[in-house]
Nanobody, 120 residues
Framework: VQLVESGGGLVQAGGSLRLSCAAS????????MSWYRQSPGKQRELVAA???????NYADSVKGRFTISRDNAKNTVYLQMNSLKPEDTAVYYC???????????????WGQGTLVTVSS
């Protein structure tokens, strides 16, 4: 199983970016899918999460600005980021709780990370 992120880059404050994360491999089903971020010198923090049924959860710092969504048919999760601030600068990681074909337990899978830089 592999998670591949895309969509990071450099944007000015107030701008928008859309991150994507596609899961591939021998996937039976995916439970929650999430986005985390980590800035230099800080711990990795949860940004947003979405269950397989579509229930979402957001960090207080991004509520009203970021929107998480998923396409279950494509095993893909998105993060639409609007009104970006310099403090949103971080490496953003995709995370998914995946049941593989013929497995009993789930796999806690992570992507390689994509850098988002917001200039002031």
């Amino acid at each position: 199983v592999q998670l591949v992120e895309s969509g990071g880059g450099l944007v000015q404050a107030g701008g928008s970016l859309r991150l994507s994360c596609a899961a591939s491999g021998s996937i039976f089903s995916i439970n929650a899918m999430s986005w985390y971020r980590q800035s230099p010198g800080k711990q990795r923090e949860l940004v947003a999460a979405v269950t397989s049924g579509g229930t979402t959860n957001y960090a207080d710092s991004v509520k009203g600005r970021f929107t998480i969504s998923r396409d279950n048919a494509k095993n893909t999760v998105y993060l639409q980021m609007n009104s970006l601030k310099p403090e949103d600068t971080a490496v953003y990681y995709c995370n998914a709780d995946i049941f593989e074909d013929y497995s009993i337990g789930s796999l806690d899978a992570w992507g390689q990370g994509t850098l988002v830089t917001v200039s002031s």
